[in-house]
């Protein structure tokens, strides 16, 4: 094989080459391309989940409140039950010292 033969070769093997590496390239970008409906499905979707995040966000604020006012009412119905308790107890108290008097 002389010098010309070889720079043929190695010129031909080279082109080969590159034609097989187009080639593969243009296989995976064919194959992994983006649909531009794929890509509007995925901004409705990531849409319809920034609108969750912020009906939950909404719902946890709500619900908070919620808690806070319902221990708000609690803590004023057991005042007032501690209140009762102790007049119905100073009212027993009263009502056995008034049948000591009549008795005694």
Not at 19 to 31: K, Q, S
Not at 42 to 67: F, K, V
Request: aromatic residues 8%.
């Amino acid at each position: 094989m002389n010098r010309t033969e070889f720079i043929i070769t190695t010129a031909i093997i080279l082109f080969v080459a590159f034609a097989m590496g187009w080639f593969a390239n243009w296989l995976v970008h064919r194959f992994t391309r983006v649909k531009q409906s794929d890509v509007a499905d995925l901004d409705r979707m990531s849409q319809e989940l920034h609108e969750a995040e912020e009906t939950r966000d909404q719902a946890i604020t709500y619900l908070q409140q919620r808690e806070a006012e319902l221990s708000n009412q609690l803590a004023q119905t057991e005042a007032e039950l501690r209140a009762a308790m102790d007049g119905l107890r100073d009212a027993r108290r009263e009502a056995e010292e008034l049948r000591g008097q009549l008795h005694g």
